[in-house]
């Protein structure tokens, strides 16, 4: 299993698996690169259509898979935008557009009420048919901002700030968020369990 496929053209998401990733000896190629398209994702759920993306690209290239489905989820707005986070605002994805559609949303609220976490599940098909997938899954709480700060990052971690640390996703420099992150969490339990796999491959 030295080369994964990694079913997303987005290349945010590609950076941050490759440095979390380090180390394993393992290559991680985009979909794009390989002539795989985009299929529509059709789960009702994260884990769902994590497993449909996955599901395609190592179908297509013969090669591991490797595949993400992470949103944002607001306790104000009933969990949106939720599996919807990507285009919230509207196709194509726009991460201005989705930032002011949230801010407009939650116009008025106080502090208290702006809850949210970021929740990823990342999966790993060894092949297209393969039935038992290795599943991880982390989240990240914090809450929305009334405003952007930061310019480190995509998506809404302008808006999504660590009580914690007390600085945005966005004003995080990439290796504290890469230790922290639902991302991060998520793939360091995948790690955990790719490095048992390739041990016994």
């Given at each position: 299993m030295s080369t994964l496929v990694l079913a997303s053209g987005n290349a945010g998401k590609l950076v941050?698996?490759?440095?979390?990733?380090?180390?394993?000896?393992?290559?991680?190629?985009?979909?794009?690169?390989?002539?795989?398209?985009?299929?529509?994702?059709?789960?009702?759920?994260?884990?769902?259509?994590?497993?449909?993306?996955?599901?395609?690209?190592?179908?297509?290239?013969?090669?591991?898979?490797l595949?993400?489905?992470?949103?944002?989820?607001?306790?104000?707005?009933?969990?949106?935008?939720?599996?919807?986070?990507?285009?919230?605002?509207?196709?194509?994805?726009d991460d201005t557009a989705n930032n002011a559609k949230l801010l407009q949303a939650l116009g008025g609220l106080p502090e208290a009420r702006r809850s949210a976490r970021f929740?990823?599940?990342?999966?790993?098909?060894?092949?297209?048919?393969?039935?038992?997938?290795?599943?991880?899954?982390?989240?990240?709480?914090g809450r929305i901002l009334d405003a952007p700060r930061g310019h480190n990052g995509f998506g809404y971690n302008p808006v999504f700030l660590d009580p914690v640390h007390g600085l945005t996703a966005a004003e995080m420099e990439p290796a504290q968020k890469n230790r922290i992150s639902h991302r991060a969490q998520a793939l360091q339990v995948l790690r955990t369990r790719l490095a048992k796999t390739l041990r016994t491959d």
């Open positions: 941050e698996l490759r440095a979390m990733l380090d180390g394993l000896g393992v290559s991680i190629v985009p979909q794009r690169d390989l002539g795989v398209d985009d299929v529509p994702e059709t789960g009702t759920t994260f884990v769902e259509n994590a497993l449909i993306k996955a599901r395609h690209a190592a179908k297509v290239t013969g090669l591991p898979a595949a993400d489905d992470s949103g944002l989820i607001v306790d104000a707005l009933d969990g949106a935008p939720g599996l919807y986070s990507a285009r919230y605002a509207g196709s194509p994805t929740y990823a599940v990342i999966v790993l098909l060894r092949h297209a048919d393969d039935p038992q997938p290795l599943i991880a899954e982390g989240s990240w709480e």
